[in-house]
Structure formats: structure tokens, C-alpha cells
């Protein structure tokens, strides 16, 4: 069952890092209550090669939320 995407950001592996990765797992029901794993426990599928994507003023795409106020 699909659990969730982990992006080259969240990485907290050596299987995560630098990529995007789908995050499967058998999901069990117990008791009508379905209770989820944490993402390190799932099986990775890696979707893509992907990198990082700086942010910040000094690169011009990232602005404070003060200077939307209107």
C-alpha cells in the first residue's frame, strides 16, 4: 500500500538520499484500527534522481512573509 513520497530533502538514508522515493508498506488492520509505520520502516522504490533546491535572499526566490502584508 502507498505510504508516502519522501523528497531528496527529507532523506534520511543512504537509499533516500539525492533521490525521490515512493514509500510502500502491508498495511494490517487490527480491531477496525489501521496503525501506520514510520517512514524508515517502509520499502523504498526510487522514482528519480533529484537534487536539492537551494532557497534564500541572497538567490532571489525566497521572501518574508512581512514584505506580503499588505
Not at 37 to 49: D, L, Y
Request: hydrophobic share 40%.
Amino acid at each position: 500500500m502507498y505510504h508516502g513520497i519522501t523528497y531528496a530533502d527529507e532523506a534520511y538514508s543512504d537509499q533516500t538520499s539525492g533521490k525521490m522515493t515512493v514509500r510502500l508498506w502491508r498495511a494490517v488492520m487490527k480491531e477496525g484500527v489501521i496503525d501506520f509505520i514510520s517512514p524508515e520502516e517502509c520499502i523504498h522504490r526510487p522514482v528519480r534522481e533529484m537534487y536539492i533546491k537551494p532557497f534564500g535572499k541572497e538567490l532571489n526566490n525566497f521572501a518574508s512573509i512581512e514584505l506580503e502584508v499588505i
